[in-house]
Nanobody
Framework: VQLQASGGGLVQAGGSLRLACTASGLTSNNYAMAWFRQAPGKGREFVGALKWGMSTTYYRDSVKGRFTISRERAKNTMYLQMNSLKSEDTAVYYC??????????????????WGQGTLVTVSS
């Protein structure tokens, strides 16, 4: 599976941005896909995950109610809609995928495919 992330940019605090992750090479509906982010000088952290076939989503606490993951199966694309952005959301955002679901869906090591990252900068 190959992933291509896009949609990053500069936005003011309180604004919105939508990221997209287009996948190629999906062979079934049984995939887990996720968004991670890495802020300057920090480690990569889990943002949210999606059961591709069921459209079930999971989020880290700090983005619940502000971020929404969705998918468009016909385009093999996952989205991350980010609203009410804060300066602490500034990071490079990565999408990731794996075949089958993982109990530890919030762990980096569970994912075998990664996109190249897209930078989101929130100005205060």
């Amino acid at each position: 599976v190959q992933l291509q992330a896009s949609g990053g940019g500069l936005v003011q605090a309180g604004g919105s941005l939508r990221l997209a992750c287009t996948a190629s090479g999906l062979t079934s509906n049984n995939y887990a896909m996720a968004w991670f982010r890495q802020a300057p000088g920090k480690g990569r952290e889990f943002v949210g995950a999606l059961k591709w076939g069921m459209s079930t989503t999971y989020y880290r606490d700090s983005v619940k109610g502000r971020f929404t993951i969705s998918r468009e199966r016909a385009k093999n694309t996952m989205y991350l809609q980010m609203n009410s952005l804060k300066s602490e959301d500034t990071a490079v955002y990565y999408c990731a995928a794996r075949s089958g679901w993982a109990i530890r869906y919030n762990a980096e090591f569970e994912y075998s495919s990664w996109g190249q990252g897209t930078l989101v900068t929130v100005s205060s």
